[in-house]
């Protein structure tokens, strides 16, 4: 072989062995990319670098000096400890970071000797070196989370004859951070010898997160709403006898608690910086009437038996008056400010009235009259003869009704309607047991539901929706009272003129004025409302069957069914009432 072939044949072995290897480094970093790729499609908190950023290209200067330099791995939390959103808000910080560390670097790196030593080698006669590279140090970069609880550090290799990291080296760069609180001194010490220590993220120091105090809370021995839903057993029958709408307490038993708000504990950041904390907020016991607070300023206790009710402040005890028997001659009429159980009946002719709620374990007789400012409960049922008047504030229960007038402000319940006159502001509900509702009227402001209204033998039952019940009940007691004061007084003047009829005349036109003022008010009530009224406030009737002569009305419309139907749902629909 001519000595010309020799060389072209070294020449061309050389280039090939050359582009082996950069093939060889370019498929090496490809599948480092792609495993880092895998790794942060698994684990969220892996940072993905494009292959061209300055840490890669770090790290290829590194392995062509040292022949060796694991993967890179940026992974914000390795062990799976930190809090997601933390770790998410983290990693774009992060990407900007180490592209101006490792940037940064990079420039330094391929830089030359200063021009200071240049001068001075030109001086001294050496030869000068353009290929003498800078000699640098480990550096070691440390990244803080924004509330500065975590330090995360990347520790950069040297380049040259530039020292390699040691312990001493780290902490010098801590301290020169500011970073001196929550340090892992085990991990400091492995660092200065570990084979992954360049490149790799490592959490170096962990702060104290503050801990705000929890605010006072009050725990309740008696609910704040009591639930007024009637349960009915499998048989369709509603236990009216115990509906628990009566909470009774013993004097000195406790109402509530209170529990203290607790003292906020106060962190510190890595920087051994204080991070305050809030402490919790007191509440104050909800104290009402017939209430006091303990000595230990911790419990609520009621002063005297009673009712506890809440009433949107405070909790208070009303008192509540047992009737062991009827309400009769032994008894006389009632008239309380609390709550009244009555286990008995309340017979003919007798008023009950209390400002609270009221409980009769037995029947409502015929010509009694009962109110209530709450909610009444009769466990056997109103039985009336036309003259029954019932009024509650809240809500009624009863086991039927029959030939009585009811005046409820909120929902009645009950198991059968007979003949009987209903003014309700809420929902009518009559499904449990019979279901049924025969003949009389019921005006309903929402709802009238039930299993089945008017009867077989045609009934005539007037169903009435939508507008204010309880308001032209009101209006029909007062234009009755104006009848009879204006009778009476036409009765007093054809009396002789005396002293005494001097006196009644002038009580008489007070009352009457004062009943026509009321009148007026309440009229112009019903004017507003009937202006008001729309489709979707004028009520509905939900039902199982309707029998014929079943009227139905809402507002001005009225609406007459001539035929059985069932299933049956009627509403206003486009000014008309539908039955659908």
């Not at 020292?163 to 801590?174: F, G, I, K, P, V």
């Not at 309340?346 to 008023?351: E, I, Y």
């Not at 929706?465 to 029909?476: Q, V």
């Amino acid at each position: 072989m001519s000595l010309r072939e020799k060389i072209a044949s070294f020449l061309f072995r050389a280039r090939a062995k050359e582009n082996l290897e950069d093939g060889a480094q370019q498929e090496q970093a490809k599948a480092e990319t792609a495993e880092a790729q895998e790794d942060s499609s698994v684990n969220p908190a892996v940072l993905e670098l494009s292959p061209e950023h300055a840490l890669h290209r770090l790290r290829e200067m590194r392995r062509q000096e040292a022949g060796y330099m694991p993967a890179p791995r940026i992974c914000l939390d390795e062990e799976g400890i930190l809090p997601p959103e933390l770790v998410k808000k983290e990693l774009n910080r992060l990407r900007s970071f180490l592209s101006s560390a490792c940037g940064a670097r990079l420039k330094q790196a391929k830089g030359k000797k200063p021009g200071k030593n240049r001068k001075k080698e030109k001086e001294a006669g050496e030869p000068e070196d353009e290929g003498d590279a800078l000699m640098l140090d480990a550096l070691p970069q440390f990244f803080l989370s924004a509330d500065k609880l975590y330090a995360w550090m990347i520790v950069l290799p040297p380049v040259g004859e530039g020292q390699e990291l040691n312990r001493d080296l780290l902490w010098r760069a801590m301290r020169g951070q500011g970073i001196t609180y929550g340090v892992d001194e085990r991990l400091v010490d492995r660092l200065s010898h570990d084979d992954e220590r360049y490149f790799h993220l490592y959490l170096i120091a962990k702060g104290k997160p503050a801990f705000d105090g929890k605010n006072g809370n009050i725990v309740d021995y008696f609910p704040r709403v009591v639930e007024r839903v009637m349960e009915v057993d499998e048989f369709g029958q509603v236990d009216y006898a115990n509906l628990n709408l009566i909470r009774n307490v013993k004097e000195g038993q406790e109402i509530c608690r209170l529990i203290k708000p607790t003292e906020g504990e106060p962190g510190r950041t890595v920087t051994d910086q204080e991070i305050p904390a809030k402490s919790g907020k007191p509440v104050p016991l909800p104290k009402g009437r017939n209430t006091e607070i303990s000595e230990d300023e911790l419990s609520l206790i009621a002063v005297m038996p009673g009712h506890v009710e809440f009433t949107g402040r405070s909790f208070q005890v009303k008192p509540v008056l047992d009737i062991d028997g009827n309400v009769d001659f032994s008894t006389g009429n009632i008239k309380f400010l609390g709550d009244i159980n009555i286990k008995g009946d309340v017979l003919s002719g007798f008023t009950v009235r209390a400002m609270g709620d009221i409980h009769v374990g037995g029947v409502v007789e015929a010509g009694s009259t009962v109110e209530a400012g709450g909610d009444l409960v009769v466990v056997k049922g109103i039985l009336g003869d036309g003259t029954t008047v019932i009024r509650a504030h809240r809500c009624v229960f009863s086991k039927y009704i029959e030939n009585s007038t009811i005046y409820v402000r909120e929902n009645l319940q009950t198991d059968c309607i007979i003949n009987g006159r209903v003014y309700c502001d809420g929902e009518v509900h009559v499904r449990s047991g019979r279901g049924s509702i025969m003949g009389g009227r019921i005006w309903a402001a929402k709802l009238v539901n039930a299993a089945s209204v008017g009867s077989p033998a045609e009934c005539r039952t007037t169903i009435a929706l939508g507008g204010l019940p309880c308001t032209n009940f009101e209006r029909e007691v007062v234009q009755q009272e104006l009848k009879d004061l204006e009778m009476d007084l036409e009765k007093l003047e054809c009396q002789p003129d005396s002293p005494v009829k001097s006196s009644l005349l002038a009580k008489l036109r007070v009352k009457l004025s004062t009943a026509e003022l009321k009148l007026k008010q309440l009229e112009d009530d019903l004017v507003d409302i009937e202006q008001e009224m729309t489709e979707k406030t004028a009520g509905r009737m939900e039902c199982g069957v309707a029998y014929p002569e079943t009227e139905i009305s809402i507002g001005d419309e009225m609406l007459r069914l001539r035929r059985e139907t069932r299933q049956c749902v009627a509403k206003l629909v486009s000014g008309e009432i539908v039955v659908i």
